[in-house]
């Protein structure tokens, strides 16, 4: 390289990386107040995020109603489907079993969800509905193979009578596999029903029966959820009307909730799922008691009569949208109804007799063109008449702006929706090239709901990858800097089974036995945990930070503990320096606290069920009168907490 140009670039580097910025934040008023629902989830059964995730059922086709209704099973032997004299009508498929006395018994095996995790030491509850018409017991074992075929633990249960009963037997098994199976074998000759053969933990989260994988809720939890949205994304759509979610059926005794197809088993070519259905098992009644464990206000979202509009073209007429607005009005009832009206009382029978307090409800997922403001409009008329208090939320379709958009929102405005859900699934660049979106909304119509979002960096075939989180973390200043028009906002997807997802990038990634939170999920998880209540003014050179060279920043103020959070974001190749001037702040008062920062110098770096190298670490801070002094390396997130001292 010619010697000048070098001593140039070397000027140059040096310079920027000398480059002071001062930023003043203005703690003596509040600009707006942020919802303390701001940071939320949006849980959808894609990627086996319910059946073969979040829900901890380890049995795949339990009651045998899928289309096929061998899948997931392995049958051996005289083994038959059938459905006269059924246990549940809702679900009246069965397996008899046969042993006819030859040398080969008869059996099954389940293969779960691609594997049974099972882990050494804990307990599993194995339970059955059965019937013999044999007049001398049967006997059967129950057991727990290996990956490698080792049948290591074998329990025998006895069934005596011809009426449906329930048996249940608690394993333990003496090993750990991520892809063990559960085999039945019936060892006397003879004949016995079977069906909703289950396997579950003990240890699921709150220790519930038909509960939740521990350690996923976990995951949630310690993201502090302000708001949670459920149950879907497309699913609450369906593949066609038939298919959608319908809340109903996803309610009652978990044996009786009919099985419904589920949106993603062949939606992408490249990633079909023939056998992913939904059990129901995980249904609204499991949602709102999560929305309760986590501290997050329930947010579900119902079908609005259009059946999802990229798999088909289905759309019930308006004179028939009657009992899809009654679903509505009687979910509403089931969340917040006494325990004498209809659907409280269902609540209440259930187990849970206090009001859920359901605030908010959604109608469509991104539905586009004239048929949905049609449909939105005779469900919000109905909302508001008998429940004046409850948010409605419409869509704005499935993009970040175009045509459809620009339609929606004019029509959301006349409708007089509370929120409007937006969706952007775009680039690390447009992410970053975003920090000013809400800048210059419209403050006068409806709140915004980012209710789907996440960078997608196609050129590393949508990882995870740091580059996403940053650009992520660079522009949820820019919903911090706007909460008094943006008032909630969820990642999306959840959940990714790391041998059976369709969709990708997601939050957190599992495999039968363990959990991954890529370095978006400790995106949310630091703005989740570092809310505040007030937005304060933060400014560069007159101006918001907005990616001037290459920095975002917002401030807010915690009220209850008197902090100020501030958030910055370094996006640039060099560090750079930052003295932040605090306004409002008397004389002898001083800033001390804590800094919590996620870097890393690679942007494709990534976080794996084996290791997670990015997440967030402490850096301390040194204390001086009225202003920091900052130094924000390369590639960067910082939050840093602060306490004014004693005046
Ligand atoms: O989050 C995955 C899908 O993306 C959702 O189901 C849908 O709303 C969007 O298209």
Same mark, same amino acid.
């Given at each position: 390289?010619?010697?000048?140009?070098?001593?140039?670039?070397?000027?140059?580097?040096?310079?920027?990386?000398?480059?002071?910025?001062?930023?003043?934040?203005?703690?003596?008023?509040?600009?707006?107040?942020?919802?303390?629902?701001?940071?939320?989830?949006?849980?959808?059964?894609?990627?086996?995020?319910?059946?073969?995730?979040?829900?901890?059922?380890?049995?795949?086709?339990?009651?045998?109603?899928?289309?096929?209704?061998?899948?997931?099973?392995?049958?051996?032997?005289?083994?038959?489907?059938?459905?006269?004299?059924?246990?549940?009508?809702?679900?009246?498929?069965?397996?008899?079993?046969?042993?006819?006395?030859?040398?080969?018994?008869?059996?099954?095996?389940?293969?779960?969800?691609?594997?049974?995790?099972?882990?050494?030491?804990?307990?599993?509850?194995?339970?059955?509905?059965?019937?013999?018409?044999?007049?001398?017991?049967?006997?059967?074992?129950?057991?727990?193979?290996?990956?490698?075929?080792?049948?290591?633990?074998?329990?025998?249960?006895?069934?005596?009578?011809?009426?449906?009963?329930?048996?249940?037997?608690?394993?333990?098994?003496?090993?750990?596999?991520?892809?063990?199976?559960?085999?039945?074998?019936?060892?006397?000759?003879?004949?016995?029903?079977?069906?909703?053969?289950?396997?579950?933990?003990?240890?699921?989260?709150?220790?519930?029966?038909?509960?939740?994988?521990?350690?996923?809720?976990?995951?949630?939890?310690?993201?502090?959820?302000?708001?949670?949205?459920?149950?879907? %994304?497309?699913?609450?759509?369906?593949?066609?009307?038939?298919?959608?979610?319908?809340?109903?059926?996803?309610?009652?005794?978990?044996?009786?909730?009919?099985?419904?197809?589920?949106?993603?088993?062949?939606?992408?070519?490249?990633?079909?799922?023939?056998?992913?259905?939904?059990?129901?098992?995980?249904?609204?009644?499991?949602?709102?008691?999560?929305?309760?464990?986590?501290?997050?206000?329930?947010?579900?979202?119902?079908?609005?009569?259009?059946?999802?509009?990229?798999?088909?073209?289905?759309?019930?007429?308006?004179?028939?949208?009657?009992?899809?607005?009654?679903?509505?009005?009687?979910?509403?009832?089931?969340?917040?109804?006494?325990?004498?009206?209809?659907?409280?009382?269902?609540?209440?029978?259930?187990?849970?007799?206090?009001?859920?307090?359901?605030?908010?409800?959604?109608?469509?997922?991104?539905?586009?063109?004239?048929?949905?403001?049609?449909?939105?409009?005779?469900?919000?008329?109905?909302?508001?008449?008998?429940?004046?208090?409850?948010?409605?939320?419409?869509?704005?379709?499935?993009?970040?702006?175009?045509?459809?958009?620009?339609?929606?929102?004019?029509?959301?405005?006349?409708? %007089?929706?509370?929120?409007?859900?937006?969706?952007?699934?775009?680039?690390?660049?447009?992410?970053?090239?975003?920090?000013?979106?809400?800048?210059?909304?419209?403050?006068?119509?409806?709140?915004?709901?980012?209710?789907?979002?996440?960078?997608?960096?196609?050129?590393?075939?949508?990882?995870?990858?740091?580059?996403?989180?940053?650009?992520?973390?660079?522009?949820?200043?820019?919903?911090?800097?706007?909460?008094?028009?943006?008032?909630?906002?969820?990642?999306?997807?959840?959940?990714?089974?790391?041998?059976?997802?369709?969709?990708?990038?997601?939050?957190?990634?599992?495999?039968?036995?363990?959990?991954?939170? =890529?370095?978006?999920?400790?995106?949310?998880?630091?703005?989740?945990?570092? =809310? %505040?209540?007030?937005?304060?003014?933060?400014?560069?050179?007159?101006?918001?930070?907005?990616?001037?060279?290459?920095?975002?920043?917002?401030?807010?103020?915690?009220?209850?503990?008197?902090?100020?959070?501030?958030?910055?974001?370094?996006?640039?190749?060099?560090?750079?320096?930052?003295?932040?001037?605090?306004?409002?702040?008397?004389?002898?008062?001083?800033?001390?606290?804590?800094?919590?920062?996620?870097?890393?110098?690679?942007?494709?770096?990534?976080?794996?069920?084996?290791?997670?190298?990015?997440?967030?670490?402490?850096?301390?801070?040194?204390?001086?009168?009225?202003?920091?002094?900052?130094?924000?390396?390369?590639?960067?997130?910082?939050?840093?907490?602060?306490?004014?001292?004693?005046?």
């Amino acid at each position: 390289m010619n010697k000048f140009i070098y001593i140039f670039i070397a000027f140059f580097v040096s310079n920027i990386q000398a480059q002071q910025h001062v930023m003043t934040v203005d703690v003596s008023k509040s600009m707006a107040q942020i919802s303390p629902t701001m940071y939320g989830i949006f849980f959808e059964d894609i990627n086996f995020g319910a059946d073969g995730g979040l829900y901890a059922e380890l049995v795949k086709n339990r009651s045998f109603e899928f289309p096929q209704p061998f899948v997931g099973w392995i049958p051996f032997g005289n083994v038959k489907i059938r459905n006269d004299q059924p246990c549940f009508d809702r679900n009246p498929h069965y397996v008899r079993i046969i042993n006819d006395g030859h040398l080969l018994r008869a059996g099954l095996d389940n293969e779960g969800y691609r594997g049974i995790g099972l882990k050494k030491g804990e307990e599993y509850r194995f339970s059955v509905y059965i019937r013999t018409p044999e007049i001398k017991p049967m006997k059967l074992s129950i057991e727990l193979v290996n990956s490698n075929g080792e049948n290591l633990l074998k329990k025998e249960l006895e069934v005596k009578g011809n009426e449906w009963k329930k048996l249940t037997a608690i394993l333990k098994p003496p090993f750990t596999d991520s892809h063990s199976r559960l085999r039945i074998l019936l060892l006397t000759k003879g004949t016995v029903d079977m069906d909703h053969i289950s396997l579950f933990p003990i240890n699921t989260w709150e220790k519930r029966e038909n509960g939740l994988r521990a350690d996923l809720v976990q995951a949630l939890y310690e993201l502090k959820p302000g708001v949670f949205r459920f149950p879907g %994304g497309c699913i609450i759509e369906g593949n066609n009307l038939s298919t959608r979610y319908q809340w109903k059926n996803s309610i009652g005794p978990v044996e009786n909730r009919p099985l419904n197809e589920n949106r993603w088993n062949y939606a992408f070519e490249h990633k079909a799922f023939p056998d992913y259905f939904q059990s129901y098992g995980l249904g609204f009644y499991e949602y709102f008691l999560l929305s309760e464990d986590l501290g997050a206000e329930p947010l579900p979202v119902l079908s609005c009569g259009i059946a999802c509009q990229y798999a088909c073209d289905e759309t019930v007429a308006l004179e028939e949208l009657a009992p899809y607005v009654q679903d509505a009005l009687d979910l509403i009832e089931f969340a917040n109804g006494s325990t004498t009206s209809k659907w409280g009382k269902v609540r209440a029978d259930m187990g849970h007799p206090e009001l859920f307090d359901l605030k908010m409800i959604a109608i469509g997922n991104e539905q586009w063109g004239e048929r949905y403001p049609e449909r939105l409009e005779v469900f919000t008329k109905a909302i508001r008449s008998r429940y004046p208090n409850i948010q409605i939320i419409g869509s704005s379709g499935p993009n970040a702006d175009g045509d459809k958009f620009d339609y929606l929102w004019p029509e959301m405005r006349r409708i %007089g929706v509370d929120l409007v859900d937006e969706h952007y699934y775009m680039s690390p660049n447009w992410f970053f090239a975003n920090a000013n979106r809400y800048d210059d909304y419209d403050r006068k119509g409806p709140k915004v709901f980012a209710g789907e979002y996440a960078s997608h960096d196609h050129s590393t075939r949508k990882a995870n990858n740091f580059l996403t989180a940053l650009s992520e973390a660079a522009f949820m200043t820019g919903l911090e800097r706007n909460a008094d028009i943006v008032r909630l906002a969820t990642y999306a997807p959840l959940f990714a089974h790391i041998e059976a997802w369709q969709w990708n990038p997601n939050l957190i990634w599992f495999d039968n036995l363990s959990v991954m939170r =890529t370095p978006n999920y400790y995106v949310q998880q630091m703005y989740g945990m570092n =809310t %505040g209540t007030d937005v304060l003014s933060l400014q560069m050179n007159g101006k918001s930070v907005t990616g001037q060279d290459s920095l975002y920043a917002s401030a807010v103020l915690n009220t209850p503990t008197g902090e100020v959070i501030l958030k910055l974001v370094n996006a640039g190749e060099q560090s750079a320096k930052v003295q932040i001037d605090f306004k409002g702040l008397k004389k002898q008062q001083i800033i001390s606290g804590t800094c919590t920062y996620l870097q890393s110098n690679n942007w494709e770096a990534i976080n794996t069920l084996k290791q997670e190298l990015l997440v967030p670490r402490i850096c301390p801070i040194k204390t001086q009168p009225r202003s920091l002094n900052l130094e924000l390396q390369p590639h960067s997130f910082y939050i840093y907490r602060l306490q004014k001292s004693p005046s």
